[in-house]
């Protein structure tokens, strides 16, 4: 199962530290959110692409994927995680160009 964000997303303004726009791209910490107010990602933004660590929460908000993403592709491991007890439940593996090279069934 793969979740990516989707690209309808609305940009509340929380404080003057996060969602900023410099130069008219999103740049820096960024928590992004569907229409009703849930959080879908939270993440780094630099100079309007995405780079470094991001959380991308599943529709029910009980799990979110997390890892590294370079110049907008998700790079590395990504490992879905139980958002109440914090136990990793599964990975994937992704290439610089964000193609799925990988997946681990975690066992606890």
């Not at 907008?72 to 799925?100: P, R, S």
Request: net charge neutral.
């Amino acid at each position: 199962m793969l979740i990516g964000c989707s690209p309808l997303l609305s940009e509340a303004n929380i404080s003057p530290n996060i969602n900023r726009v410099v130069g008219g791209e999103r740049h820096g910490y960024w928590i992004l959110t569907d229409s009703n107010g849930r959080k879908e990602a939270e993440g780094f933004y630099e100079n309007g692409v995405k780079n470094g660590d991001w959380k991308i929460f599943t529709q029910d908000g009980n799990f979110y994927w997390q890892g590294k993403m370079e110049d907008g592709y998700w790079v590395g491991w990504w490992y879905l995680t139980n958002t109440k007890n914090q136990i990793k439940i599964d990975a994937l593996k992704f290439n610089k160009w964000g193609e799925c090279i990988g997946h681990r069934t975690m066992r606890w």
